[in-house]
């Protein structure tokens, strides 16, 4: 007979290192009644490591609306639903946060099982200011729509966390360095806890160079962190404000009507924005 009550519990799985899986998520999955999987394939291979057996369910972006409904009714009826990830805490750029909104609002046990998070394993090391941060998961696949959304945090104070692709890696390193300046510190964590985890931590230029050097760099999982803008005299701020601005109104107005307009909105000197790149006439 199972010691745990009825209830969602959101179980976090290792993201690399099979030792990372706690005793108490183990004793979770092995009581679950049913265990609901972004991958079920992928979590029934994890689980075979430990000798677990349990009935698993796929629960992912496209089916969750669909499936909440079955598997509350199920805590509902006194079962022990698990719900985990392909890797890592789930909920954190993974799916979950229907399921676990649906069963607050209904009323039902959600209780949490603490354990890997790529996001919070990469913060611990990098070297960059943990007390206040920013996760912002990945970033958008198209340039355009990457490029916009760095502009709009580059005046963010707070050390910044991104998920990144084998595949965009370099790309969004370069977009970075362009968003904040090629001086402002950063982290690459790859493949965190194992056999190739590396951590590097450098300007965002040295970085850039690192990656585009190395295809072995640019291969695996990574974690971006980005130190925060720094916390100055008003004049700096509204300069950087302007300069995220000016960056929006590029893509849709000329480089000097983008300047001018952007100095209109923030206050920023125009001289400073026109100076900045292409910003000129």
Same mark, same amino acid.
């Given at each position: 007979m199972s010691n745990f009550t009825a209830g969602l519990y959101v179980v976090a799985t290792p993201i690399g290192n099979l030792d990372d899986l706690t005793v108490r998520a183990r004793q979770v999955l092995q009581a679950a009644d049913v265990v609901a999987a972004e991958n079920p394939t992928h979590t029934r291979a994890l689980l075979a490591q430990y000798g677990i057996k349990a009935t698993l369910t796929p629960l992912h972006q496209h089916n969750e609306e669909q499936q909440s409904a079955p598997l509350l009714a199920r805590v509902a009826a006194g079962e022990i639903v !698990? &719900?985990?990830s392909d890797a890592g805490t789930p909920l954190m750029s993974d799916p979950g946060y229907r399921l676990v909104r649906a069963a607050k609002e209904a009323g039902l046990s959600v209780i949490p099982v603490p354990g890997a998070c790529a996001a919070i394993a990469a913060l611990s090391v990098a070297g960059l200011a943990s007390d206040r941060f920013a996760f912002e998961g990945f970033l958008p696949a198209k340039s355009k729509a990457r490029r916009e959304r760095l502009a709009s945090l580059a005046s963010e104070s707070r050390t910044l966390?991104?998920?990144e692709s084998t595949h965009r890696i370099v790309e969004s390193l370069e977009d970075m360095a362009a968003a904040f300046g090629p001086s402002r510190r950063a982290c690459v964590a790859r493949e965190l806890t194992k &056999?190739?985890?590396?951590v590097s931590t450098a300007p965002l230029e040295a970085l850039v160079a690192l990656t585009r050097a190395d295809a072995n760099a640019q291969r695996g999982e990574f974690v971006? &962190?980005?130190e925060g803008a720094a916390d100055d005299d008003g004049s700096a701020a509204q300069l950087r404000e302007g300069l995220r601005v000016q960056a929006l109104l590029k !893509?849709? &107005?000329?480089?000097?009507a983008a300047a001018k307009l952007a100095a209109e909105i923030t206050g920023a000197p125009r001289k400073a924005l026109y100076g900045n790149g292409d910003g000129g006439n």
């Amino acid at each position: 007979m199972s010691n745990f009550t009825a209830g969602l519990y959101v179980v976090a799985t290792p993201i690399g290192n099979l030792d990372d899986l706690t005793v108490r998520a183990r004793q979770v999955l092995q009581a679950a009644d049913v265990v609901a999987a972004e991958n079920p394939t992928h979590t029934r291979a994890l689980l075979a490591q430990y000798g677990i057996k349990a009935t698993l369910t796929p629960l992912h972006q496209h089916n969750e609306e669909q499936q909440s409904a079955p598997l509350l009714a199920r805590v509902a009826a006194g079962e022990i639903v !698990a &719900l985990v990830s392909d890797a890592g805490t789930p909920l954190m750029s993974d799916p979950g946060y229907r399921l676990v909104r649906a069963a607050k609002e209904a009323g039902l046990s959600v209780i949490p099982v603490p354990g890997a998070c790529a996001a919070i394993a990469a913060l611990s090391v990098a070297g960059l200011a943990s007390d206040r941060f920013a996760f912002e998961g990945f970033l958008p696949a198209k340039s355009k729509a990457r490029r916009e959304r760095l502009a709009s945090l580059a005046s963010e104070s707070r050390t910044l966390i991104f998920y990144e692709s084998t595949h965009r890696i370099v790309e969004s390193l370069e977009d970075m360095a362009a968003a904040f300046g090629p001086s402002r510190r950063a982290c690459v964590a790859r493949e965190l806890t194992k &056999l190739f985890e590396t951590v590097s931590t450098a300007p965002l230029e040295a970085l850039v160079a690192l990656t585009r050097a190395d295809a072995n760099a640019q291969r695996g999982e990574f974690v971006v &962190l980005v130190e925060g803008a720094a916390d100055d005299d008003g004049s700096a701020a509204q300069l950087r404000e302007g300069l995220r601005v000016q960056a929006l109104l590029k !893509a849709h &107005l000329p480089p000097s009507a983008a300047a001018k307009l952007a100095a209109e909105i923030t206050g920023a000197p125009r001289k400073a924005l026109y100076g900045n790149g292409d910003g000129g006439n």
